[in-house]
T-cell receptor
Framework: NAGVTQTPKFQVLKTGQSMTLQCAQDMNHNSMYWYRQDPGMGLRLIYYSASEGTTDKGEVPNGYNVSRLNKREFSLRLESAAPSQTSVYFC?????????????FGNGTRLTVT | AQTVTQSQPEMSVQEAETVTLSCTYDTSESDYYLFWYKQPPSRQMILVIRQEAYKQQNATENRFSVNFQKAAKSFSLKISDSQLGDAAMYFCAYRRETNFGNEKLTFGTGTRLTIIP
């Protein structure tokens, strides 16, 4: 199984440019998440989706939009990139088999905005 | 809102020795779940161990064990017989018990563990 696949792995943008980070999981998971990781800040939740067709804001949603295209795919869009959005972005998914189910993570996208 | 605190930004340990990483959290909930994740230089996030708050027994996974002190809201990770492959960033995470559809994890800021050969 591929698990959670994120594309691209690396990206450099200029301020003001837009891009979409793609995420897909093949584990039939219900919930999907986007986190960003910054030095000294840990992982912070940007948006999440409990099921197809639903999305909710996390801790740091400003400057981002998401789309849960279907059960497998959850994309993150930056409409007008800013240097403050330089970060490593992780997509994750969860299968509601039990309350202690762990998150399964993709390998991350390193984004640099100049 | 729940918060998770890892007060040790960096730790180091001699190979084959034991090290303990600390984590405290703040919550008003009585039922919740705690996790430790490992992030090696490859950037991959790997689940190390998990603990249910309603269980008094501390979780163990081979060389990894936790000291869960519910009253003190403390959840430390002990790594025994440290190996070079244990070198990584370690994140503590909290998730409250909730209806399915709202399972968000709150992470600490991480502890970078170095293993000294």
């Amino acid at each position: 199984n591929a698990g959670v696949t994120q594309t691209p792995k690396f990206q450099v943008l200029k301020t003001g440019q837009s891009m979409t980070l793609q995420c897909a999981q093949d584990m039939n998971h219900n919930s999907m998440y986007w986190y960003r990781q910054d030095p000294g800040m840990g992982l912070r939740l940007i948006y999440y989706s409990a099921s197809e067709g639903t999305t909710d804001k996390g801790e740091v949603p400003n400057g981002y939009n998401v789309s849960r295209l279907n059960k497998r795919e959850f994309s993150l869009r930056l409409e007008s990139a800013a240097p403050s959005q330089t970060s490593v972005y992780f997509c994750a998914s969860l299968f509601r088999s039990s309350y202690n189910s762990p998150l399964h993570f993709g390998n991350g996208t390193r984004l640099t905005v100049t | 809102a729940q918060t998770v605190t890892q007060s040790q930004p960096e730790m180091s340990v001699q190979e084959a020795e034991t090290v303990t990483l600390s984590c405290t959290y703040d919550t008003s909930e009585s039922d919740y779940y705690l996790f430790w994740y490992k992030q090696p230089p490859s950037r991959q996030m790997i689940l190390v161990i998990r603990q249910e708050a309603y269980k008094q027994q501390n979780a163990t996974e081979n060389r990894f064990s936790v000291n869960f002190q519910k009253a003190a809201k403390s959840f430390s990770l002990k790594i025994s017989d440290s190996q070079l492959g244990d070198a990584a960033m370690y994140f503590c995470a909290y998730r409250r018990e909730t209806n399915f559809g709202n399972e968000k994890l709150t992470f600490g800021t991480g502890t970078r563990l170095t293993i000294i050969p």
